[in-house]
C-alpha cells in the first residue's frame, strides 16, 4: 500500500515545475513572479537543494502607512537530498505591516542510503530492537506530510527612525501544525530526514524568535535566532521520556549580499538535549530511556550550516 504513495508524489512536484514554466517570462521586481534555487549545506552528513516558485500580488491595501503595501506571497517549492523528496505550498497575507498570517503544507517521502558507512534514513518507523536500540523498518515509499497554520510579528526601527542604518529588526513567529507518516499508525514513532526518530503522528506548537542589525553593506545582517518546539501529542508516560519538554534551538547568524541575486547564510547553531538517567543512552530507542527530572536538559554544539539562495 505504502509504495502507490510515491507516485502521487511525483505527479506533486511536475504540477510545480509546469507552473513555474507557466510563469517564467513575466518577472517583476516588486509584485508578480520570482523564481528561487535555495541550496543548504552543513557540518552534518546532510544537504538540500531546492526550487521555489513565487507569486505576489498587492491585497486590501490602503492610504496609510500600515497598510500601503499589504500584500499576498504564494510559494510553491520543490526539494530534493540525498535521502528525501519532497514539495511544499504556502501562502503568507500581510493585512498590516507588522503582522503575517500564514497557513501551507508538505508532502514529501524518504529512503535510506549508507553514506560512507554511515546509515542515514529518509522515512521509516523506529521501535525498539536487540537491547533497546534504535530499530528501523524497511519500508520502502510512503508518504510524511505537514500542515500548519501560524502568525508573525514583526518590527523594523527605521519605520519610526528612518535611515539606512537604523534598520534594528525583531520578528517573532508561531505556529500549529500537524504531521503525519502514512505507514505509521497510532503513536508508532518515525525518523524523517534523519532526525532523532522520535516523531508521532499529532500536532506539535512551533515558534521562533529573531532580533538583528541589518546593513547596507556586503554583510548585509547579523541576528540571534532562537527556536522552540513543543510535542502535543499526549502519550501516556511520554514524561518518563522526555515527551513533554520543550526544544530549542539557538543560532548566530550572519547574512552576506553576494550580488543582487545571491545571497549567503551561515548560521552556527545549538539545542537543548535531554539529560537521561542510563549513561549509556546512545544509540537507544528513546521511549526506553527515563530522563532526568532534577536536570532534564542541556545545550550542546548542533552544527554549522550555510544557505546561498539564488533569486532569478
Known sequence: MCKKYLGLLICFVLIFGFFAELGAEESEPEYGISHALVLQLSSLPEAKLGYTFGYKFPFLQGDNPFTKDNNVKIALTAEVSPISLNGLASIVWTPIAFLEISAGGRIGTGWHINLFGADLYGLARTASGENNNFKYSNIKGGLQGKGYLGGAFQFDLAAIIPGDWNHVVFRTYHEINYAGFSCASGKESWVFENDDGDNVNGFRYYSNYLVGYQMPIFLNMIALLAEAEKNLYNIPYEKYWGEDLIQWHFAGILNFAVHKQVEIALLCQF??????????????????????????????????????????
Open 271 to 312: 539545542r537543548t538535549r535531554k539529560n537521561f538517567i542510563e549513561t549509556d543512552w546512545k544509540d537507544k530507542y528513546y521511549r526506553t530511556l527515563e530522563v532526568n527530572r532534577s536536570n532534564p536538559q542541556r545545550i550542546e554544539f548542533y552544527r554549522v550550516a550555510a544557505i546561498v539562495n539564488y533569486k532569478f
